[in-house]
C-alpha cells in the first residue's frame, strides 16, 4: 500500500471519528431546530458499531452456468429425497422441469435449483428444538449429496436459523412456532459466503419432515483472480458520501424517514453477491460489501423515527 493509500483512509479514519464525537441522541431533537435549507436537512454524522472486517488482498469472480436437466436424475432426487409417489404431472416450463404429486410440487431448474413445497401438514404451534432441526437439516442434505456431488470446492455452512414467532409461548420460558420451521445455510466459497438469488438455501420442516425447500449448489465453470480495490471504510463513505442521503435512498415513499440525524453502521461484511440475475439463468459473482446501516434522526414533521437499510457496494474497481 502506498503512501497516498494510506493518507487517504487516515483521512476517512479521522472523518469518521469525528462523526462519531458529534452524536445527536434522538431526546435531544427539537422540531424547531430544523430548516427547509438542503444542506441541514441532509446532514447525518456516522457511527460505527461493528468490527470492520479483514479483507484479503485478492478474490475471484465466479460464473455460475447452467446446464441440461437431466431428467433421470430429478426423477429420482423426487422420488428418494422429497417422497415422490405416483407423479400425477411432469412438464418443462421455459428453463424449468416442474413435477407434482397430490400436495407435493417440485420445480428444478437449469442452474441446479430446486423449488419444493408439500402442503398436507398440519398448521400448528410447535416447540423450538434447534437441536433437532440443525439434525433434521443435516441429514437432508447428506440424503441429497447421494445425488448432487459438489461440482466445486464451494461448502455449505449452517451459519444461522429462523424461527418463526418466537414471541408466541406457551408458557413462559417454552418457546413455540408455528410449523413449518426453518433454517437457512450459506455456500461458502474459499471462506466467503455466497448470496444470490439463484444461490438461496432454506429448508423447512413439519412433523420431523421436509415440507418446503430452496437449495442449489453452485456449478462453477470459469473464475478469474480479482484486486480488492476497496477497504471496508472506502465501501462506507462510497454508500454514504458525505454523509448526505438522496431521494434514491430506496425507502418506500410512503415510508416516514429521517431527514437529518446520525447513521449507525451495524455491520459490514464481504459477500460473493448477485441478488440480480435470474433463476435458471447464468450469472456471475462478484464480492461485494454488504452494509446494514441504522438511521436515526426527526422525519420532516419533526418525529424521531428509526429506519434499517442495507447497501450494497463492489469490493472491486
Known amino acids: 500500500m502506498n503512501k497516498q493509500r494510506i493518507a487517504i483512509l487516515s483521512a476517512f479514519l479521522i472523518l469518521i471519528l469525528g462523526y462519531s464525537i458529534n452524536i445527536f441522541l434522538p431526546e435531544i431533537f427539537d422540531k424547531n431546530d430544523f430548516t427547509d435549507d438542503e444542506e441541514n436537512s441532509s446532514r447525518f454524522t456516522v457511527e460505527l458499531n461493528c468490527t470492520l472486517p479483514e479483507i484479503p488482498e485478492e478474490m475471484k469472480i465466479l460464473y455460475i452456468e447452467s446446464r441440461p436437466i437431466n431428467e433421470e436424475e430429478v426423477l429420482e432426487i423426487a422420488a428418494n429425497v422429497f417422497g415422490f409417489e405416483n407423479i400425477t404431472s411432469i412438464k418443462y416450463e421455459g428453463n424449468r422441469l416442474k413435477l407434482r404429486s397430490g400436495n407435493k410440487s417440485l420445480s428444478y431448474y437449469k442452474t441446479d435449483y430446486i423449488v419444493f413445497e408439500d402442503r398436507s401438514y398440519e398448521r400448528k404451534q410447535v416447540e423450538v428444538n434447534k437441536t433437532l432441526l440443525m439434525s433434521l437439516g ?60 439463484s444461490g438461496e438455501f432454506n429448508l423447512g420442516f413439519a412433523d420431523n419432515n421436509i415440507v418446503y425447500t430452496q437449495i442449489s449448489r453452485l456449478n462453477i465453470v470459469n473464475s478469474i483472480q480479482v484486486e480488492i480495490t476497496k477497504t471496508p471504510i472506502e465501501a462506507i463513505m462510497e454508500a454514504f458520501p458525505e454523509a448526505k442521503i438522496g431521494e434514491s435512498f430506496g425507502v418506500s415513499s410512503q415510508a416516514l424517514v429521517p431527514i437529518r440525524g446520525k447513521i449507525v453502521i451495524e455491520n459490514i461484511r464481504l459477500f460473493y453477491y448477485n441478488w440480480h440475475s435470474k433463476i435458471g439463468e447464468n450469472y456471475e459473482l462478484v464480492p461485494q460489501y454488504i452494509i446494514k446501516a441504522l438511521f436515526i434522526g426527526p422525519d420532516k414533521n419533526g418525529k424521531i423515527q428509526s429506519v434499517l437499510q442495507d447497501r450494497v457496494i463492489k469490493a472491486i474497481g
Open 138 to 197: 443435516e441429514n437432508f442434505i447428506q440424503l441429497l449429496d447421494v445425488y448432487w456431488e459438489n461440482l466445486t470446492d464451494t461448502e455449505v455452512v449452517l451459519e444461522r436459523m429462523e424461527f418463526p414467532d418466537l414471541s408466541l409461548h406457551s408458557q413462559p420460558g417454552q418457546p413455540r412456532s408455528e410449523q413449518p420451521q426453518y433454517i437457512a445455510y450459506y455456500h461458502h466459497f474459499q471462506g466467503t459466503p455466497v448470496l444470490s438469488c
